[in-house]
């Protein structure tokens, strides 16, 4: 069951799946199928929102005075 705005709604997976999402719950140690699906989304975002700005990372060093390019005098 999948919550919408305090409702909830059934979504047809294989037993296949559902045996994977049961697992995953029982590792993740979330309470509910709706919890480890939550869980399963929030990692995915952050694995796309790393894979986009995280280009650099490593590469970049953090600013100095000389890389300012004026003159301040």
């Known amino acids: 069951m999948v919550q919408l705005m305090n409702k909830t709604t059934t979504i047809r997976v294989s037993k296949k799946t559902a045996e994977?999402?049961?697992?995953?719950r029982e590792?993740?140690?979330?309470?509910?199928?709706?919890e480890t699906i939550q869980s399963l989304v929030k990692k995915q975002r952050?694995?796309?929102?790393?894979?986009?700005?995280g280009a650099d990372k490593g590469r970049i060093k953090p600013f100095t005075e000389?890389?300012?390019?004026?003159?301040?005098?």
């Open 46 to 53: 952050k694995a796309i929102l790393e894979s986009s700005f």
């Open 20 to 24: 994977t999402l049961e697992n995953l």
């Open 66 to 73: 000389t890389d300012r390019g004026e003159d301040r005098s």
């Open 27 to 34: 590792k993740l140690g979330a309470e509910s199928l709706d």
